[in-house]
């Protein structure tokens, strides 16, 4: 089983950018989907973007959509999620989470999908 390692979080004025990255380690990043998900202090986990998705290749939160983007480097064993026009509303830890080939994909948005997880990174927005 892969196992990840998040980093990057921290503490940024609102408009502003953070770059989060998740490493891997014990396997292959080549084999699994990649996904990011968060979760805010008094709320449940949710999705915010995903990788290998079927004809599109990346799909992504309505909240986040044209402000995150994630990406990989299977070289370096490693996914981003770059955040910009970051918005208070975006506070929360940050978590990376793996997915190997299911049912025709490698993508999801739920998070019983997935089968590996980091530990979680904080970010939090100031206005």
């Known amino acids: 089983q892969v196992q990840l390692v998040e980093s990057g979080g921290g503490l940024v004025q609102a408009g502003g950018s953070l770059r989060l990255s998740c490493a891997a380690s014990?396997?292959?990043?080549?084999?699994?989907?990649m996904a990011w998900f968060r979760q805010a202090p008094g709320k449940e986990r949710e999705f915010v973007a995903a990788d290998r998705w079927i004809g599109i290749g990346t799909y992504y939160a309505d909240s986040v959509k044209g402000r995150f983007t994630i990406s990989r480097d299977n070289a370096k064993n490693t996914v981003y999620l770059q955040m910009n026009s970051l918005k208070p509303v975006d506070t929360a830890v940050y978590y990376c989470?793996?997915?190997?080939?299911?049912?025709?994909?490698?993508?999801?948005?739920?998070?019983?999908?997935?089968?590996?997880w980091g530990q979680g990174t904080q970010v939090t927005v100031s206005s």
């Open positions: 014990g396997r292959a990043l080549s084999n699994y989907g």
């Open positions: 989470a793996a997915r190997t080939y299911y049912g025709g994909s490698f993508a999801s948005t739920r998070e019983r999908d997935f089968g590996s």
